[in-house]
C-alpha cells in the first residue's frame, strides 16, 4: 500500500493559482495511475483529474478543464496539481489517490489509496 501526503493548499483570491503536491511513500507511485478528486462542503467528493502510469495521459472534470492541470515526477514519487484561474466553486478539500486500475476510470472504487486532504479555499 502506498502513502500519501498531500500539500500546498492554502486561501487564494479568485483567478490566483496555487499548485498542490502529493508525496508518496512506501512504494513507487511508477506503480499506479494517480488522480485528484475534491469535496466541498455539504456536497459529495468529486472526480477532477486523473494521470497515467508514465504521465501519457491526462483526463480531467469538464469543471477544472483548460485550468488545471495534473503531473507526475516518477523520479520524485510526486503527484502535483497545478491550479490556475481559481473560482470560488473550487473551494474544497483535495485528495490525492493511487488507482492500480490501468484503464481509464474515475470511479473513486478504483482508488485504493488515498491522502488525508488538503484545504483550499478561493475568497472572491
Known amino acids: 500500500q502506498v502513502q500519501l501526503v498531500e500539500s500546498g493548499g492554502g486561501l487564494v483570491q479568485a483567478g490566483g493559482s496555487l499548485r498542490l503536491s502529493c508525496a508518496a511513500s512506501?512504494?513507487?507511485?511508477?506503480?499506479?495511475?494517480m488522480g485528484w478528486f475534491r469535496q466541498a462542503p455539504g456536497k459529495e467528493r468529486e472526480f477532477v483529474a486523473r494521470?497515467?502510469?508514465?504521465?501519457?495521459?491526462?483526463y480531467y472534470a469538464d469543471s477544472v478543464k483548460g485550468r488545471f492541470t495534473i503531473s507526475r515526477d516518477n523520479a520524485k514519487n510526486t503527484v502535483y496539481l497545478q491550479m490556475n484561474s481559481l473560482k470560488s466553486e473550487d473551494t474544497a478539500v483535495y485528495y490525492c489517490?493511487?488507482?492500480?486500475?490501468?484503464?481509464?476510470?474515475?470511479?473513486?472504487?478504483?482508488?485504493?489509496?488515498w491522502g488525508q486532504g488538503t484545504q483550499v479555499t478561493v475568497s472572491s
Open positions: 489517490a493511487a488507482s492500480r486500475v490501468t484503464d481509464y476510470s474515475e470511479s473513486q472504487d478504483d482508488f485504493g489509496s
Open positions: 512506501g512504494r513507487t507511485i511508477s506503480d499506479y495511475a
Open positions: 494521470i497515467s502510469l508514465l504521465g501519457g495521459r491526462a
